[in-house]
């Protein structure tokens, strides 16, 4: 089936002071989730008697980045520009429209543990909204569409799985056997 997103809407944006206390952090105007690519790496078997084995490097993946733009500086801006490692909590809804004409809703979220990498000085013109566009280094980052987990990266714990086949555990048993 194809969809036609139309619209972005139910945009919350969540930071923990504290482990797993969340809290609501105002005026989120946009998010940039990270590009994931993978490398390929080329393995040869000792001697050459295994000959050689090309594999999707996911471990490569490791400069994932989030970036969150707000309006001005949030009230709690201690959370969110703190330099200590944050969970952080994304949700939105999006509307779409199939070939077919039938409208529904998906929704998403994002959870990640990250440190906040950049904080730009920007430029700001008088009768304007000032907007200013944070960058977290992510340590963890799962997204999931209507709960279902579409993409998890933790490798810290060996997990870098979409749609729930993990290839950190497929490279290794590759490389190991």
């Known amino acids: 089936m194809i969809k036609y997103t139309y619209k972005l809407s139910d945009m919350v944006i969540q930071f923990a002071r504290n482990e797993g206390e969340m809290e609501d952090v105002e005026g989120l105007t946009k998010f940039t989730l990270p590009d994931v690519e993978a490398g390929t790496e080329e393995l040869t078997g000792y001697s050459g008697l295994m000959g050689t084995l090309e594999?999707?490097?996911?471990a490569s993946a490791n400069a994932l980045e989030l970036g969150l733009t707000f309006v001005g500086i949030p009230d709690n801006a201690d959370i969110v520009l703190s330099p200590e490692k944050r969970e952080i909590k994304l949700s939105w809804a999006?509307?779409?429209a199939t070939k077919s004409g039938d409208v529904d809703w998906d929704n998403y979220s994002v959870y990640a543990k990250a440190l906040l990498k950049t904080f730009p000085g920007g430029d700001g013109e008088k009768g304007s909204k000032y907007e200013r566009e944070?960058?977290?280094?992510?340590?963890?980052y799962k997204y999931s569409k209507n709960g279902d987990v579409v993409?998890?990266?933790?490798?810290a714990n060996d997990v870098i799985s979409f749609y729930g086949v993990n290839h950190a555990e497929k490279i290794k048993k590759a490389v190991l056997g």
């Open 151 to 155: 993409f998890e990266y933790d490798p």
């Open 94 to 96: 999006e509307k779409y």
């Open 55 to 58: 594999l999707v490097d996911w």
């Open 134 to 140: 944070l960058k977290y280094s992510l340590i963890t």
